[in-house]
């Protein structure tokens, strides 16, 4: 499958003090999907231009566009929820994680700021996708956003998306569990944030 190749001046994105866009949050998920879970057909990582203008169309128009990503047969399913009112593949100010879980019918939202608008787009996301996700009707939404770490400045909410999606991910795929407090305060840190920028810009200028 072709992988995303960041653009120059999208790589410069993962300096901080820099906010990610889209296509730097759909190049790391595609690279804990395909190197790091090795396309494991459980899981599925919806790319952030799509979940952008979710909230801009009815739940049978969710369903004719995500169709291709089959999200009915996954387990696991990733959903970076973003701030943009607009509609367009990308802008906004603020990133947060919505993922779904198969197993016990639930969304969970991760937002590195909480009591943020972003759980008003989680929620209204989950209600779009509940016939594409073919979900429960009885299905519960929890906010996590109040147990799980905080950011300690204004620019890496995208980050912190990206170190929760990857350690939801590996957790499931390794234990079959969902991540511990513990795992939460060891995985998401401003340290780990600032690798994961180093690791990123790193493997998205060998992509080129």
Request: proline content about 5%; charged content about 20%.
């Amino acid at each position: 499958q072709d992988r995303l190749v960041l653009e120059q001046d999208e790589i410069a994105l993962y300096d901080a003090p820099l906010w990610l866009n889209d296509n730097c949050i759909e190049f790391w998920l595609e690279h804990v999907f395909f190197d790091l879970l090795k396309a494991n057909p459980a899981i599925v990582f919806v790319p952030p231009c799509t979940m952008s203008i979710v909230c801009h169309m009815t739940a049978k128009q969710v369903v004719e566009n995500v169709n291709l990503l089959q999200l009915a047969s996954k387990e696991l399913v990733f959903m970076p929820i973003n701030d943009n009112n607009a509609g367009y593949s990308s802008g906004g100010s603020h990133w947060s994680l919505l993922v779904y879980s198969r197993r016990d019918h639930t969304f969970r939202h991760y937002d590195s700021i909480s009591g943020s608008q972003n759980i008003l787009r989680a929620k209204a996301s989950a209600k779009l996708m509940e016939l594409a996700l073919d979900a429960s009707p009885d299905y519960c939404l929890l906010d996590e956003s109040p147990t799980m770490p905080q950011q300690t400045n204004q620019y890496d909410c995208g980050v912190y998306v990206l170190l929760v999606a990857e350690l939801v991910a590996t957790c499931f795929v390794h234990g079959g569990t969902l991540p511990s407090q513990t795992d939460f305060r060891t995985a998401v840190t401003p340290a780990k944030a600032h690798e994961l920028r180093a690791r990123a810009k790193i493997l998205a200028q060998q992509s080129l």
